[in-house]
């Protein structure tokens, strides 16, 4: 079974009731072009021969080869395929535009993400900040979209996106509390007393 077509059909019948991820399914129907997204238009049966399958592993392309604002060859046959770019990691070149388009780039040249699927420019601003702009994500994994005469990548969820490690040091709780007593049992401050440092933990009660 041709992989484009049961990614095609997935995109399409996204949010059919009797199918769900996993499901081996045989659709019947006619292909359609709409605006340039390929479709089936209607289709005439749709059967889930079985289910539980492994998803497709994302296949691996470049920023460059989907292009911004371009319609190619080679970004087509990718179109509605689960795909992912990473590189030497993936630039975010800009907070979402008026149509929800987020430019990125992974060092081949730029392409975009889209909230097709998901609200990826909420999830960006609640896990960066608002001014995600510039912002270098290690990579980016999504169904390809054909929208407003380019293609795009289409996050399915937070899953989708892989943050590069941190880098920031965090002092243990402990080695703050590390403190010693005097001769007559007083404690004595904290050994970092008026250092700054950076500490990470679950918050376990509010005021």
């Known amino acids: 079974m041709n992989k484009k077509i049961v990614n095609v059909v997935t995109e399409f019948m996204g949010t059919h009731s009797r199918i769900t ?12 072009e709409y605006w340039g997204l390929t479709e089936f238009e209607y289709p005439e049966s749709i059967t889930v021969l079985s289910s539980g399958h492994a998803l497709y592993d994302p296949v691996p392309v470049t920023t460059a080869q989907l292009g ?18 990473s590189g030497d990691g993936v630039t975010i070149s800009s907070t979402a535009d008026y149509y929800g388009e987020i430019p990125i780039d992974d060092g081949s040249g730029m392409s975009a993400m889209d909230d097709h699927n998901w609200d990826v420019s909420t999830f960006l601003e609640e896990s960066i900040g608002d001014d995600y ?8 994994t999504g169904t390809v979209t054909y929208s407003y005469s380019t293609f795009e990548i289409a996050p399915r969820n937070a899953s989708d996106f892989v943050f590069a490690p941190s880098t920031t040091s965090y002092v243990a709780i ?3 509390q ?10 004595l401050d904290s050994p970092l007393n008026g250092q700054i440092v950076t500490i990470m933990g679950i918050v376990m009660k509010t005021s």
């Open 21 to 32: 991820e996993g499901d081996l399914v045989e659709v019947n129907g006619t292909v359609y």
């Open 68 to 85: 911004y604002y371009a319609c190619t060859v080679e970004a087509e046959q990718y179109e509605a395929m689960l795909v992912t770019v």
């Open 133 to 140: 702009a510039n912002y270098v994500v290690t990579s980016i």
């Open 174 to 176: 402990s080695v703050i």
């Open 178 to 187: 590390n403190v010693t007593a005097d001769a007559g049992g007083t404690c």
